[in-house]
T-cell receptor, first 114, second 115 residues
Framework: DGGITQSPKYLFRKEGQNVTLSCEQNLNHDAMYWYRQDPGQGLRLIYY???????QKGDIAEGYSVSREKKESFPLTVTSAQKNPTAFYLC?????????????FGPGTRLTVT | GNSVTQMEGPVTLSEEAFLTINCTYTATGYPSLFWYVQYPGEGLQLLLK?????DKGSNKGFEATYRKETTSFHLEKGSVQVSDSAVYFC??????????????FGKGTKLSVKP
């Protein structure tokens, strides 16, 4: 089945540690995205990548880093510089043609930092 | 800049009631418009979309019409079920420039349907 996988579903870390969230897609989509979701808020864009080996900062990139070495993979690292990292993180992808197609979302990773 | 405003929740309805969730947008050009649904603890699922003015998107009994004159994309369903309880997000897809294809979301509206 084609889709987006995120692992793990729940992640716990101590403050001061970096942590990497996995996102893999087998939809052959060009574009991939990372969002952060907090209770009662909409989704906020962290980083996005329109093509392999290229990515752009979104609205809240501070304290996060990404890489896009392969078309199917777009891991997100939450660094110790991120002041409030506890949140629900969603990865998405979009087919490249046309530019206005819908995004497909993974199941999310809930990160808790204490 | 582009933005999406949707009615704040929570919205609580009885089963078989009529549902409307308002969504208005501000955008340059002609964006595509989407409704996504999120069930507890899960990612977002595309519910329906419309890509040009007067298009009507529909799926699972839900409908929304792209109204350019009122910059709106209200979500409606004639008879809700308990299984429709979820959070609904309105979104637009921007055109042009390096951010083409990026989605801008409303804050979401939580719907609870009581039996």
């Amino acid at each position: 089945d084609g889709g987006i996988t995120q692992s793990p579903k729940y992640l716990f870390r101590k403050e001061g540690q970096n942590v990497t969230l996995s996102c893999e897609q087998n939809l052959n989509h060009d574009a991939m995205y990372w969002y952060r979701q907090d209770p009662g808020q909409g989704l906020r864009l962290i980083y996005y990548s329109q093509i392999v080996n290229d990515f752009q900062k979104g609205d809240i990139a501070e304290g996060y880093s990404v890489s896009r070495e392969k078309k199917e993979s777009f891991p997100l690292t939450v660094t110790s510089a991120q002041k409030n990292p506890t949140a629900f993180y969603l990865c998405a992808s979009r087919a490249g043609t046309g530019g206005l197609g819908e995004q497909y979302f993974g199941p999310g990773t809930r990160l808790t930092v204490t | 800049g582009n933005s999406v405003t949707q009615m704040e929740g929570p919205v609580t309805l009885s089963e078989e009631a009529f549902l409307t969730i308002n969504c208005t947008y501000t955008a340059t050009g002609y964006p595509s418009l989407f409704w996504y649904v999120q069930y507890p603890g899960e990612g977002l699922q595309l519910l329906l979309k419309a890509t040009k003015a007067d298009d009507k998107g529909s799926n699972k009994g839900f409908e929304a019409t792209y109204r350019k004159e009122t910059t709106s994309f209200h979500l409606e369903k004639g008879s809700v079920q308990v299984s429709d309880s979820a959070v609904y997000f309105c979104a637009l897809s921007s055109r042009g420039g390096g951010s083409q294809g990026n989605l801008i979301f409303g804050k979401g509206t939580k719907l609870s349907v009581k039996p």
